[in-house]
Nanobody, 119 residues
Framework: QVQLVESGGGLVQAGGSLRLSCAAS????????MGWFRQAPGKEREFVAA????????HYTDPVKGRFTISRDNAKNTVDLQMNSLRPEDTAVYYC????????????WGQGTQVTVSS
């Protein structure tokens, strides 16, 4: 079992920045692929970013490319999402997720953290 706890959400003006962090426990962190997802009101949850077990490979959804950066620290068992140039459409609950397989579905999810971007 893996426990994931997000932190760092909040209210920010458009153009501002936030850094989300996710702390993992319960399993060897370096054996987990990690990702960030978000869900806006009235919308389905969507993929935001992912990072490989070693951190060597990252992947982003197009709307956040060039603005968001995912990173991980395998010594601290954390994965972060640095969000710059935030837009009102980035407003959502952001979820940290982990998977044991190299590809495919994520097995474990955090409780989510709210990000609100005001215009």
């Amino acid at each position: 079992q893996v426990q994931l706890v997000e932190s760092g959400g909040g209210l920010v003006q458009a153009g501002g920045s936030l850094r989300l962090s996710c702390a993992a426990s319960g399993r060897t962190f370096s054996a987990l692929g990690m990702g960030w997802f978000r869900q806006a009101p009235g919308k389905e949850r969507e993929f935001v970013a992912a990072i490989s077990r070693s951190g060597a490979h990252t992947h982003y959804t197009d709307p956040v490319k060039g603005r968001f950066t995912i990173s991980r620290d395998n010594a601290k068992n954390t994965v972060d999402l640095q969000m710059n140039s935030l837009r009102p459409e980035d407003t959502a609950v952001y979820y940290c997720a982990a998977r044991t397989a190299l590809v495919g579905e994520y097995d474990y999810w955090g409780q989510g953290t709210q990000v609100t971007v005001s215009s």
